[in-house]
Structures are given as structure tokens and as C-alpha cells.
């Protein structure tokens, strides 16, 4: 089965640096959601976008943008890159299931996530 | 605002081991809770999804039980390997089309 593709795997940048990464979601899947997760922390959670319209932001830095394409895709563009941004950025996205005991249900699928590291 | 919190941080336990990792969250109105396991530097892979209508699920040696009205979910893993050795994260949904609150995980080592 198809699972959610990010790129680049790995991405080396140099402080003050722009980078993009990118995630292609599950096929038919219309919501994306990225996280960040920096060494030794959890998963925290950025932005996620719906049919191409942002639908809620978490804890995303200024410097920080993205944006999810006609073909459902999705770009993470930083800029001004600190060593703090150093990191590993997963991308998710998400189904809607049919019902299950009567109700209807999602899951959110996860990428391999890219991992920045910012020098 | 949703917190949730994993108790132990980490655990070091012998093989063939019966062992619990406990996860709680603030806030018991959740959407759907999971279980991940992440290997160190890896993704995520998803263990066990349990809905907000349901009592547990169970996968192999892996059980998850979810109790929103105290908010507490416990993930049980049968006759533990060296290789279940990992950090686990249990993460909750607070509403359909939601995004994920993640615990802080446990740190499981099981020692040959």
C-alpha cells in the first residue's frame, strides 16, 4: 500500500539558510499535518492544511511557511534557519474511514520523516 | 489545553518480561488515542489506535486499553524481546480533523 512520501530523507543546511521540505500524502488522502520533533522532545505540532487551506497552526515559527498544492502535496519552507531548527519534521496525512460501531473515524498516517540539520 | 504525560520515562526490564507503560492526558474529551513506537533517529511507526468509543485494542503481544473518563490509557506488551527495545509515545486526537499532542514517551530497554 502507498504510504506517505517525504523529501529530501536527510538535508544539511548552514545557519541563516532557507530549506523546503516537501510531503506527498497518502493518494485520496485531502489532509496534511507537520510536526517537529527535536532531539530528545516529542512530536510538536506545526500546521496542517485541508483541501489546500490551512486549518489550524500550532507552535510554527514567523520564519517558518507552508502550503498544500492543487494535487494535495505539501511544501515547508524556512528561512533564516537557526541551530535550533535542527530537527526531525514529519509529515501526516489523513483518511476518512467508514463507520465503525456507528460512528466514522480518521487516522493519520505518518511520512519517514526528514531529517535537518542546521550547522 | 491538552497535556499528556507517560509514566516511567524509562524502563529496563529482562527479556520475557510482562510490562506496562501508562500514559495520562488532561483533558478527557479525546477524538482517538494511539500508541507509537519510534526507534532512535527513526519515524514513526503506529502500534495501536484505540477510538474514543472503545475499550482497548489489541495486536499480537500488544494490548492498549483507554479509559477517558480518567484519563489513562495503558499500553501492555506480553513476553517483551530485545527487540520491542524503543521509545513508546501514546499521542491524543482532541477532535475529528485534529492534530496529535504527544507524550513526552517511555524508553523501554529490554536486556537479553
Known amino acids: 500500500a502507498a504510504g506517505v512520501i517525504q523529501s529530501p530523507r536527510h538535508l544539511i543546511k548552514e545557519k541563516r539558510e532557507t530549506a523546503t521540505l516537501k510531503c506527498y500524502p497518502i493518494?485520496?488522502?485531502?489532509?496534511v499535518y507537520w510536526y517537529q520533533q527535536g532531539p530528545g522532545q516529542d512530536p510538536q505540532f506545526l500546521i496542517s492544511?485541508?483541501?489546500?487551506?490551512?486549518?489550524d497552526k500550532g507552535s510554527i515559527p514567523d520564519r517558518f511557511s507552508a502550503q498544500q498544492f492543487s494535487d494535495y502535496h505539501s511544501e515547508l519552507n524556512m528561512s533564516s534557519l537557526e541551530l535550533g531548527d535542527s530537527a526531525l519534521y514529519f509529515c501526516?496525512?489523513?483518511?476518512?474511514?467508514?463507520?465503525?460501531?456507528?460512528?466514522?473515524?480518521?487516522?493519520?498516517?505518518f511520512g519517514p520523516g526528514t531529517r535537518l540539520t542546521v550547522t | 489545553k491538552q497535556e499528556v504525560t507517560q509514566i516511567p520515562a524509562a524502563l529496563s526490564v529482562p527479556e520475557g518480561e510482562n510490562l506496562v507503560l501508562n500514559c495520562s492526558f488532561t483533558?478527557?474529551?479525546?477524538?482517538?488515542l494511539q500508541w507509537f513506537r519510534q526507534d532512535p533517529g527513526k519515524g514513526l511507526t503506529s502500534l495501536l489506535l484505540?477510538?474514543?468509543?472503545?475499550r482497548e485494542q489489541t495486536s499480537g503481544r500488544l494490548n492498549a486499553s483507554l479509559d477517558k473518563s480518567s484519563g489513562r490509557s495503558t499500553l501492555y506488551i506480553a513476553a517483551s524481546q530485545p527487540g520491542d527495545s524503543a521509545t513508546y509515545l501514546c499521542?491524543?486526537?482532541?477532535?475529528?480533523?485534529?492534530?496529535?499532542?504527544f507524550g513526552p514517551g517511555t524508553r523501554l530497554s529490554v536486556l537479553p
Open positions: 483533558d478527557s474529551a479525546i477524538y482517538n
Open positions: 484505540i477510538q474514543s468509543s472503545q
Open positions: 492544511f485541508y483541501e489546500k487551506m490551512q486549518s
Open positions: 493518494p485520496r488522502h485531502d489532509t
Open positions: 499521542a491524543v486526537v482532541i477532535g475529528y480533523g485534529q492534530n496529535f499532542v
Open positions: 501526516a496525512s489523513s483518511l476518512e474511514e467508514g463507520s465503525v460501531a456507528g460512528g466514522t473515524y480518521y487516522e493519520q498516517y
